[in-house]
Each structure stands twice: as C-alpha cells, then as structure tokens.
C-alpha cells in the first residue's frame, strides 16, 4: 500500500491527511509549533497513527508524495523576519516603491469608511529601504525596444554596492522588462558571476505584467521572503529525511495549484495565504464530488471569517492583490475576510452595537472559557443563545461559564441598552449576521452573481450557528458542513492539481488576425510544457487552458473571458469569445454601458497549464436509516427565529448517512455546533458530511 | 442614540448598505472607464440624493462634487418635473448652476420604486473634451464661458431605458475625441446601473418607507453631532489669506465665524473675478469648502444634508469665489477651487488647533496647486490621442499636531486617488517619462514637517510629429501657496520649465542632469514639444507644523538617512547638526540658539519653561491665555506678550524673510515674503504669514472657548 500525505500548517493547528491507493483518508491534528513548525507537522504526522496503525517511519517509507501547505509566508511578513535584499531598478525610478502610486500609499487596503479619514492615512515602511535600491541608466521603450542597454560594468558596481550593504538577496526590476527582457536578463548573467549563490529574482520572470510599481513591489517582497522559504523548504525536507522521505514534495500555491518545492523559492511570493486558498480549492473538490458546480466557500473560526466563491469549478481571482497594503501582482485566488468569528469582542460606541475588529483571540479568549476574558464576545452570544453544550465543545476540552458570560453580557450590553440579556445575545446575533451578509452580498450579488444558484459550504468551529440563518437570506436553499471540516485545508491539499501559468500583454484588435495570437498563445503554452517537465511531469499529462483579457478600445481595465474553441484558433472562434465578453459585459454594467463601436481589443494572454493528480476516492457508506434517535442526547431551550424554543440535540459521532433531523434542532461534533432551524432540515449524506436545506 | 421606530439594527445595516451602494459604482466605473485620470487617478464621484435632490449619502472619489451634484438633481427636478420617467438618465455640467466646470459631467438618474421616485443617484467624471477653444477643458484661452464648449443645465440623456442617440450623437459632435468621450459617458452609464440595482434590491428588502425613515435619521443624526462638535469648538474668527500669480496677482481672502453651533464662511476682502477661467462660480465655491469640512471635521459621520445646514457662505457676487457668468470658469478646479480648499484647510484648521480637544484634527496645507497638463499627439499609425496627466494625485500631506506629513500622501478632497504607473501613461500616449522622483527638502519645515513632493520629466516618443501641451501650472511658482500651522514653514515652490533640445541622450534622471541650451519656464498656456523638448514639472511640497527648531533631532537625523531632508537644510533650517549620520548633540545646541538669537535680532532667549503649562485657553501650538484668561503667553517659555484682547501679532518679534528661509527649490526674492513671527522671550516662531508686497499679518479672534460635552 502507498499513501500520498498533505499537511497544512495554520496559526493553532498543524492538520494532517492521509490518502492510501484506495482513496481512505485518515486524518489527524498537532499543535503547530512556532518558530520551528517542521516539528508540528512530525507530530500531526505521528498522530495519524492512531487512524492507519502505521508509525511514522512505516507511514514515511511508502508515502510517495507529500504536499504541503504553510502560512509561514504570511507569518514571516507579518512579524517583519525578512531576509535583507537590494534592488536594482531603472535610473530616475529609484523611488517607486515608497512613493505608492502617491495617495494609493495611504487609501490602499482600507475599507471606504477609513479611507474618508484621510487624516489619519499611513503608507507602509517600504519594504527595501532607499540605501538598497540602485538605478541602472538603462531603458526600454512600449514598444520593447532598448534605447539604453545595461552595461555589465555598471550592474556590476551595483550588485558589489548592495551585497557589501547587507543584502542576502538581488531583484531586478527594469521599465517594460515585460516587453523586453533583455536588460534584466544582462543582470542576471552579471549577477549568477559574482555571487553565483545568492537569492535573485527578475520582474521579466517572476510577473511579466504592465505597472512598474506593481512589479518593483513584487520584486521586493519575492526576494525578501524567498531566502526564509528557502531555508524553511529545506528544514522541512532535511526532517522528513531524517525520519526516511526523500521523495517528491509539492507546495501549495495562493493560485489556487500545486508546485515542486525545488521550484517554489523562487516563486515565494505565491505562497502568501495559499493555506486558506488550499480550504477553497478542498471546497471545489467537494462540490465536484458531491455535484455542486457553484458554491460560497465559508471559513469561520476564531479570529476571521473568510469566504470565496466557487463557480463551476473555477475560483476568482482577487484585484489589487495586497499583503498587509504591500502590493504583488500574482494571481491569487480571491479570499475576502472580515475579523468577525467566535472571539470578536461585542461593544457599544455611542450607543450603538459594534462587533469587532478587535477579538479576544485564544487567550484571554470569550468570557465562558474562564481563561481571563472580559469582554464578551459571539462565542458568548452563541452560548446564551443556547447553542453550546461544553461535554462536546472542543472535544469536551473547555468547561463553558454560561453566568460568567450573562454578567459581562449584561453589564456591558444588554442592561446599557435596556434590553433582556435575551432579546440583545438574539440582536447582536443578528447584527453579526448582517455583517457577514454584507460581505457575502459584496462576492456575490454585487459581481453580478446570483447567490440561488450556489450552495454554501461551511467550516471551522463557529460557521454553523451563523450560516444556517445567513444562507436563506441570501436565497442559498442548501449549507454543506463537510465531513473534512476540522481539516479542510490538508483536504484541499490532496484535491489540488500542478498548475503552471504564463501571461503575456499585447494589444491586438478583436477580432484580428488568428495565427498573430495563436503565435503567442503557442509561446506561452511552449514555456508552460518546457516548466512541466522541469517537475518531472510529462507533457502529455498537461491540460492546457487559455485566457484573454478583453476590452473595449481605449479602456484601461480588461474582462478575463476563457477561450473555448479550437486549437490553433480561427476567425470564428473569436468572433464568439467576443460576442461571450459583451454578454458578460452587459450582465455587469446595464445594457447601455457596452460601447461596441470603439471595437474591441485584446490586452493580455494567459495560458494555464494543468496536471490532474489523483483524487482521494472518498469511500462512500451505505445510506442507513432516516430516523436519528440513537444520536439523540437531549431536549435543550435555545434561540431560534424570535424566541426561546424547544430543540433537539444530536451527537454527530453518532449519527449514520441517511439520518435526517428536523429543525429546530443542534447538532455538536467535536469541531462546530450545527444550529438547524425551524423549516430546515439537516440530511447526513453516504460521505457523512451534513447537508442542510 | 437616534430616536426612530427602525430598531438599531435595521438602522446599522441600511446605513452601512447605503455606502456600499456608491462604492460598488465607483468601482463600476473605475471597471468601464478609459481614461487614466479616472479609472487611475479615481476623478469621479458617484452619491445618492434624496427624493427632494438633498444629498443622501456622499460617496467615494473627488467630494467637492458632493454638494454639487445635489444642485444638478435640484436642477433636474425642477425642469423636467412631470416628466420624470422611471429609468430616465439626465445628463447636466452648466457650472452657473451645479457643476464645477464644463468638462465635469454629471450623470443623473431617479429610481422609482411603486411608481414614485425614492431617490436619485448621480455620477461625475471629467470628460475627456467638452468641445471649448482648447482641448481636454481646461481653457486657457478662453475669455468667456462661450468658449468653453458646451452646457447644459440638463438633457434628458436616456428615456426610458434607451439612449437617446440624437443626444449622445449631438454631444460626440461637438467634442474632439468623440471616441474617448464616448467611452467616458458610457462608464458614468455603468455606475448608474449598478447602484440603481442596488438601491432596488434595497427598497424590495426593506420597503422604500423604512430606507427614507432610515436616511431621515441619518440626516438628522449627522446633523446634530455636527452641531454638537462645532459647539464644543471655541468661537471666534480666523482668517487666511492666498495668492493667485498671473500677469496680476490675486488675492483670495477667507475669514470662518465659528459662533456656537454655525460656521460661516466669509470670501469678502476677495478680488474681482477676471478675464480668465481662473475664476469659479458660487457652487463650485459651495463644494470646495465642503471637501475640507467633511474631512477635517466629520470623517466619521454620513456626509449628507445635515453637515450642510449650520454652513453659510458669503461669497461677493462678481469676485473670484462667485463669477457672474458669463464669465470663464474652465481652469476652476486647478486655480479657484484649489485656492478655495487650501484657504478652508487652514481656517479650519486653526479652528481646531485652538481646542485641545480638536487640535488632533488640525492640519497644515496639503497638497496646494493641483498642476497638470493635457496632451494631444499623433500615434504612429496617425490616430488622434490625448492624454490627461496623473502626476497630481500624487500630492502630499500637510503636518498634523503629532505627526509628519504624507511623501506624496495625495491630495485631501480626493479620497482615493493615485497616479498611474509610467507604463499606463505609455501605452496611452506615444511619450516616455524620463524619471519621477521625490524631491528632497520640498516638504515645509516644522515640527513635524510637510509631506514631499515629486518631480518628472517627460519626452514625445513613438509617435509622429511633434506633442501639443496644454500646460496649467502658473501659480506656486512665485508664491509659497502651502500655509504652515503654528510656526510650520510652506513647502516649496513649483516648477514647469520645457528643455527646448535637451540632453536626452545623457538619460537625464533628475533636476540637475536635465540640461538644454534654453530652457523655457512656462506658465498657463499652450505649447509645442518636438522629439528632444523635456517637459520638466515639479509640484509643490506640504506645509509644515510648529517650529522647526522644535522638531525632535533624532526625527531630523532620520530624515537626512532616508533621503528626505538634506544636512544643509537640516543644520540651517532645523539647527540640527550631523557629521557622519550621527547627530552632534552639542552642536545642535549651540546651533538652535544661535538660530533662535539670530532671530531676536541678537538677543539671548529665554529657556525652555518646566512642566506641563497647557491651559483651556488654547490659541495654538505656542500661544495661550494663562489660567486667569486674561494674558496671551508662550506656552514654551511662558512668556507673556500681551492682553488677552490684543493682537498678539503686534507684541510679537516680526522678520519678513524671503521663501528660501525654508530651503531649497523656493524663490530667493521677490514679490512675495514670509511675515515670521517670534516669541520675544523664546523666539519660537509662532506664526508664518504669507504675504505679497505690503501686505500685513493675518489677525485671529478668539472670542470664548467651550467644554467638551458629554457625547449622548
């Protein structure tokens, strides 16, 4: 028997799946263990035994692939343990990167509301100071011809200036490289001689895309984490060597796909928040496995809620993408988060209910853990809501403090507004719920999708008291709590695939000649298949997909519209993507927004190649009996609709596929409590994951 | 809390909607748009209004289109009522009664709900032409509003769903690029679409009555905290004072009345509108002031009808603030508008700065100019393209009480503004930037110092034939135009100069390698550039707050480390000393009071008083009445320099020094001066004025100060 292992390391727990040929998955949890997290993943790996008998070295000797997902990226960004580099960029742009675009520096990455307070607008510290930041005389025009090259001589003193100034890391970052790689390229050759090496990332390689702050920042942010994934790739492997796996590792990428781990310093930048990306792309598994093609992926825990859509199989892709207002221009997956989940702290400001930002976090953690918390927090409402039973809450690891949580309920909230603990625990819920209802209204109704069409698939410990009263005011009939829950992001691990992407900006008139943009499109997918096979993949396992980025002429902002047709392309084919963009166009903007006749142009060509790894084969059970009696644990009074109701309680370790219970109802597992109410029902389906509709 | 039959909630969740409403058109917008200055730069504005064309909620963008727009619903309704028909789109830019200038375009369109109009929404973008004697509408040459291309004070643009093609064809017709204009109304069509949807989802959810009880409310509740906050502000009168060089100068003069919960702004002492678009008209005055207010004052608020209630403006009829027509206003939003923001920043601002409670809210000026050009070339295929700069979004921001100002921190009316990147501008435009880099020492010294500026060159390239440049510097040249708050210094001056022939061949990265044989200095107006001509533009530096001989040395060492302030300035205008990037404490000593006795005039000062001295009888960062209220003292030294009704500018040390007292890139001599005023005990500086020729100092009146009231 062989086994594929995935592990995700997050803030608190480092999750663990184990996959064998016949697709049983065994999954286990270990505390994630900072600073040196390669000893959480031993133990989440140690902890599997308990599910497929094997000891580590038994369970490492016939793993044939590992893969891997990490926050380390985010986490290193966010303590500031960045590896010091230099840049070289054109002379007379040396400033690009603390300039931001000017006022973009101080409004980017706030909410509409922050962003009126233009007072109190800061830009970030730049990410390489000004005394590591060199400007070569060189320069390439649109058109990509060099008017200046590089000269070696003059690289050479720069590259010497920056290393002897403490950089551990080189980027390269030239106007219009996109166009013309040319110059960069000469610093690469100036650069593999002197300190053959050292870290070195070029904006020509790593995001051939137009905005030379964009790039410059990408640039930045790549060679500054690229040493610390580096190192921490190799301490990881170097561990698992020891305890008897040297074979192939692949890494999750915030793209939403897989890559080598020989291939992924270069590429750091790609990891950033790729672990949640990994729970939306275990969400697409799920809705392939379980036929749902369009899903609203929810992620409520502690701290955030997260949420990303699902549509046919495909996630979008996020604009401006930002970490911590430090701009890169790769593509990730689009995740939207509010800091509102189980900790967020509940307060009245000017007389008027707040919930979060600020949250409680683990420690002090919401008043009824009794760890110290004050303040009370949703967990709290949840609990006095009635939804929480401690025998199940976390495994039955927290006694839950229902009076210590009513007073500091009472105290700070209810009694402030004159109101019944009750009737403001069942507002504040609400007003929570709003809250989420918005961000979700924004990733969906507001794109122009249609929140009926989608099924909303749930985890994380504090989703299932909220989304079951947040989906039917979205119009959404059907809430998946998975089965994978407690460890979606491994799971999304193992549903992933190799994915490799180009893109290339050309403007071309649409339609216009098609061997000019099967020319391109056959450059690019040459340079997809030539970094496939450097994976030790073979061509023939490659799914090549392509993209256009479409306008109309003269706009500054282009549709992504999928090329179906055939290959090589021909006239035909493009009059229908173009007809399929105006389509899209007309849904998003009203039927007099389009303007048809400026023409329509091409801006940008991406090819995405793909290599299906195998799927875990989820073992299906045999459907049992409707009823749910032998999980019944009590009749319990709890919140639902306008008042204090009579539910029952279910035991999820004890219900069977097949089983269905009737709101008002809960159901505890040991990762979430299920709040199913009245009108709904909940149907355990032959994987066990609980659908209610 | 607000006293309304909608619960809490409800109340919560409509506001916050209503907001998302103006943000996801923006963004609609921003999507559709073809030109940099809007889909980049974010020169646009989508708000909502009441069934009666009172604002409802203020959006995102340019805000000083906030209350204007309100005036062209009020236009609408007014001229097509009983004609209004469910999705009707109006298209309305006449800026005698509304809009800022022709080329600002308001799209304007009601949403019914069961057969009545529950609201309306309104868009803006600076379209690319508007058809006037120059291109892109900005008009230098106009001499009346005749030449300034087309207005109107409403068309009906859609009925009933459809476009009115006879319209739009008409508009096209009269502009130069009709295929980027084209492209301009159709993105302002594309916002309208998305927040009427959204404000119909929101009536089908919660029932037109509930939405209007709720921006009833909210009107009501933005309405007296606004009060409320003026109440609680000391009343009084402060003035300010700003210059416009042309061939004459103008003078532009401010004085806000703040008495218990009303302000007033009051333009008299303003000079005569003139024979240029420089001036503005009475609503773009209206709308300027606004974008200062709601930032300074009510950030945190609803920008809706209750902030414009306790405001009254006087503005006299015929001057600068308040053409009468016919006369030009297509320069407004660069030249008057500007000069109407800078002047309400900086009395609101001392407003503010004389409560301890508001004094966090203070600011220097920001960003003061607003400079850019148009350009109108040939590609190399022979296609007609014009291009609208972006490089003033970049702005800067002034210092505040407790911090420095912005680098390139954007200007203060444009929430959300950016430039676009050199590769944007040259996909656009067959030209190249030559650099776009900070300039050192061009933020106004202070205690906390003024965000810098930028500077940039560009060239024609790739294209054919030469560029035609419609330039709009003109002003900051001469005049320092950033006021400095409480003893801060303007930020530097600007620069528009064309190297005719330049060396570009020497890749030029910076001022001093742009070289040419005859450089031109430019100012408002029209020109040509051929292959080699640079076009060199520096803007103008934010102004900073408090003394600079106040500022902590290790801020001053740190500035000097990022490039930001040089060792001169930091030892001539800071009195800091550095050798080798490590501060000389004692040399800094020595040089701060040889610079504070150079001041009296050879004088020793006074030392620094011990202890916390503030009382609540603030006037500024320097100056207060003493715990009796009956003497103005220096808070640093605890001099005391006259009666509490004196004017203390005539008992303090006064020294009229030329603009380059604050550093580089400023005018050495000439027409203008910096009326400095020092402490005759400490030599703090408490003041700078800004004046040209004989003109004397500013006076403020500070009539009582009020207490923080218990927020209900």
Not at chain 1, 220 to 236: D, Q, S
Not at chain 2, 275 to 282: A, D, M, P, R
Not at chain 2, 363 to 385: C, E, I, Q, R
Request: proline share 5%; with cysteine; net charge negative.
């Amino acid at each position: 028997v062989s086994y594929v292992v995935a592990v995700d390391i997050g803030g608190t727990f480092t999750d663990c799946v184990v996959v064998d040929e016949a697709g049983t998955m065994t999954v286990a949890k270990a505390f994630s263990t900072p600073p040196d997290f390669s000893e959480g993943v031993v133990n989440a790996l140690r902890a599997q035994e308990a599910g497929t008998g094997l000891v580590l070295a038994e369970l490492l000797e016939r793993t044939t692939l590992f893969l891997h997902a990490t926050s380390i990226a985010e986490n290193a960004i966010v303590d500031g343990t960045l590896t010091p580099a230099g840049l070289l960029v054109t002379r007379g742009f040396e400033d690009a990167l603390r300039m931001m675009r000017g006022g973009y520096g101080r409004w980017s990455g706030l909410t509409e509301e922050a962003k009126k307070d233009v007072l109190q607008g800061e830009k970030p510290v730049p990410l390489i100071p000004s005394s590591m930041i060199v400007g070569i005389a060189e320069r390439t025009d649109s058109a990509g011809r060099v008017l200046a090259p590089a000269e070696d001589e003059e690289i050479e003193r720069a590259v010497r200036q920056l290393v002897e100034g403490g950089a551990e890391s080189i980027g390269v970052c030239f106007l219009w490289s996109f166009r013309n790689g040319e110059n960069e390229q000469r610093v690469r050759k100036v650069v593999r001689k002197l300190y053959p090496n050292i870290f070195f990332t070029m904006s020509s390689e790593l995001s051939p895309v137009e905005g030379e702050y964009e790039r410059t920042s990408t640039v930045a942010l790549n060679v500054r984490l690229g040493p610390v994934i580096e190192r921490y790739l190799g301490r990881l492997r170097g561990r698992l060597a020891e305890h008897g796996y040297t074979g192939p590792m692949l890494v999750m990428q915030a793209h939403g796909g897989l890559l080598s781990v020989d291939a992924a310093p270069a590429r750091s930048v790609g990891m950033i928040e790729s672990g949640p990306v990994s729970g939306l792309v275990g969400s697409a598994a799920i809705g392939e496995l379980i036929d749902l093609p369009k899903i609203l992926a929810t992620d409520m825990g502690g701290t955030t809620f997260k949420a990303g859509v699902v549509r046919d199989g495909r996630i979008d892709v996020e604009r401006e993408t930002n970490v911590l207002r430090y701009h890169y221009s790769l593509q990730k997956m689009e995740i939207v988060s509010i800091g509102l989940a189980g900790g967020s702290i509940i307060s009245l400001e000017q007389g008027l209910p707040k919930i979060g930002p600020r949250s409680a976090g683990a420690l002090p953690g919401p008043v009824c853990y009794g760890f110290g918390g004050t303040e009370p927090t949703v967990t709290d409402v949840d609990l006095l809501l009635g939804y929480l039973d401690s025998r199940f809450f976390l495994g039955g690891r927290a006694e839950l403090n229902v009076d210590a949580a009513l007073d500091a309920f009472r105290r700070t909230i209810s009694d402030p507004l004159g109101m019944e603990p009750i009737e403001a625990a069942a507002a504040v819920q609400r007003l929570a719920n709003s809250m989420i209802y918005d961000l979700l209204h924004k990733q969906t109704i507001e794109k122009g999708l249609d929140p009926t069409e989608y099924a909303m698939l749930s985890y994380g410990g504090t989703a299932g008291m909220h989304m079951t009263s947040i989906a039917p005011e979205l119009g959404i009939s059907r809430i998946i709590i998975p089965h994978s829950a407690s460890v979606h992001g491994a799971f999304g691990l193992v549903s992933a695939d190799i994915v490799h992407s180009e893109v290339t900006t050309r403007v071309l008139p649409l339609p216009s000649d098609p061997p000019e943009i099967n020319a391109i499109f056959d450059e690019l997918v040459a340079r997809v298949l030539e970094s496939v096979e450097a994976q030790n993949r073979r061509r023939d396992e490659v799914v090549i997909e392509r993209l256009l980025g479409i306008r109309y002429q003269r706009q500054v902002h282009a549709i992504t519209v999928p090329v179906s047709g055939r290959e090589p392309l021909v006239l035909e084919d493009l009059r229908e993507i173009a007809s399929r963009f105006e389509a899209l166009y007309t849904e998003r903007y009203g039927p007099e927004a389009g303007y048809r006749e400026a023409g329509m142009e091409l801006v940008s060509f991406g090819v995405r190649g793909v290599v299906p790894l195998e799927r875990p084969h989820l073992r299906k059970e045999a459907l049992g009996p409707v009823s749910p009696e032998s999980a019944y644990v009590e009749t319990k009074r709890a919140y639902f609709g306008d008042s204090m109701t009579d539910a029952r309680c279910y035991d999820f370790e004890r219900l069977r596929p097949g089983n269905r219970i009737e709101g008002p109802a809960i159901v505890w597992s040991p990762i979430t409590t299920l709040v199913v109410n009245p009108g709904q029902q909940v149907r355990c389906d032959e994987y066990m994951n609980m659908i209610v509709f | 809390m607000t006293q309304t039959v909608v619960d809490p909630f409800t109340f919560e969740i409509i506001r916050h909607k209503l907001f998302r409403v103006t943000e996801e058109a923006a963004i609609a917008l921003e999507n559709a748009s073809g030109t940099s200055i809007t889909a980049e730069g974010h020169d646009l504005m989508v708000s909502l209004y009441r069934a009666d064309g009172s604002l409802m909620v203020g959006g995102a963008g340019f805000i000083q289109h906030i209350t204007s727009a309100s005036q062209a619903v009020k236009h609408v309704l007014a001229k097509f009522s009983g004609d209004l028909n469910e999705d009707d789109v109006y298209l309305f830019n006449d800026p005698y009664s509304g809009a800022l200038h022709a080329p600002d375009v308001y799209l304007i369109a009601p949403i019914f709900w069961d057969g009545r109009i529950g609201g309306f929404v309104a868009g803006f973008v600076h379209v690319s032409d508007i058809g006037g004697i120059d291109p892109g509408g900005f008009c230098p040459r106009a001499r009346s509003c005749f030449e300034e291309g087309f207005a109107t004070q409403g068309l009906k643009f859609v009925e009933r769903g459809k476009l009115r093609d006879d319209v739009f064809q008409t508009i096209l017709n009269v502009v130069r690029d009709p295929g980027i204009v084209a492209l301009d109304l159709k993105s302002l069509m594309a916002a309208i679409h998305v927040a009427k949807e959204r404000m119909l989802a929101l009536y089908s959810r919660y029932g037109l009555e509930t939405v209007d009880e709720v921006s009833t409310a909210l009107v009501a509740q933005s309405e007296a905290r606004f009060r409320q906050r003026l109440s609680e502000l000391p009343d009084g009168v402060w003035r300010s004072r700003t210059y416009y060089e042309q061939e004459e100068v103008l003078r532009i003069e401010l004085a806000a009345i703040k008495a218990g919960d009303t302000l007033t702004f009051d333009f008299t002492g303003t000079d005569h509108q003139v024979h240029n678009g420089v001036n503005c008209s009475y609503w773009a005055t209206w709308g300027s002031l606004f974008a200062t207010l709601f930032v300074l004052v009510v950030p945190d608020l609803v920008w809706n009808d209750g902030i414009v209630a306790p405001v009254r403006l006087i503005a006299p009829e015929g001057s600068l603030v308040n053409a009468r027509r016919p006369a030009p206003v297509s320069l407004a939003t660069i030249a008057m508008v500007q000069s109407v923001r800078n002047l309400s920043l900086s009395v609101i601002s001392k407003m503010l700065g004389a409560s301890n409670d508001y004094v966090a809210r203070a600011t220097a000026t920001w960003a003061p100019t607003n400079m850019t050009y148009h350009l109108t070339g040939t590609s190399k295929d022979g296609a007609s393209v014009t291009e609208h700069g972006t490089d003033v979004y970049a702005g800067c921001g002034g210092a505040l009480s407790t911090k420095d100002g912005l680098d390139l921190g954007g200007q203060i009316h444009a929430l959300s503004s950016r430039w676009a990147n050199a590769e944007r501008h040259e996909t656009g435009f067959p030209y190249r930037y030559l650099y776009r880099r900070l300039v050192i020492d061009s933020g106004g010294p202070g205690k906390y110092r003024g965000g810098l500026c930028h500077e940039y060159a560009v060239i024609p390239h790739g294209g054919s034939g030469p560029v035609t440049a419609v330039l709009m510097p003109g002003r900051g040249m001469e005049a320092p135009l950033s006021q400095g708050l409480f003893g801060g210094y303007p930020g530097c001056n600007t620069a528009c100069i064309v190297f005719r022939d330049g060396n570009v061949a020497d890749t030029p990265h910076d001022l001093a390698s742009t070289r040419s044989d005859c450089p031109e200095h430019m100012g408002m107006g029209i020109t040509e550039l051929d292959g080699n001509d640079i076009l060199y533009i520096r803007h103008e530096g934010a102004a900073g707050y408090g003394d600079p001989l106040d500022r902590d040395p290790d801020l001053v060492v740190n500035d000097i480390a990022l490039g930001l302030v040089s060792k001169e300035a930091a030892r001539e205008v800071y009195g800091v000393v550095v050798a080798e990037g490590v501060e000389d404490p004692a040399g800094t000593q020595a040089e701060r009071l040889r610079i504070r006795q150079q001041r009296l005039g050879g004088r020793l000062p006074e030392g620094r008083r011990e202890g916390d001295a503030r009382t609540r009888y603030r006037i500024g960062e320097y100056l207060q009445l003493d715990e009796s209220g009956l003497t103005v003292e220096c808070v640093w030294c605890g001099h005391a320099l006259c009666g509490a009704d004196d004017r203390w500018k005539d008992y303090a040390v006064e020294r009229i020094s030329p603009p380059s007292v604050g550093g580089p890139f400023r005018v050495k001599e000439g027409r203008f001066h910096l009326l400095e005023f020092f402490c005759p005990g400490c030599a703090t500086v408490l003041d700078v004025d800004v004046a040209y020729g004989d003109d004397g100092p500013l006076y403020d009146t500070i009539h009582s100060w009020n207490e923080l009231t218990e927020d209900q």
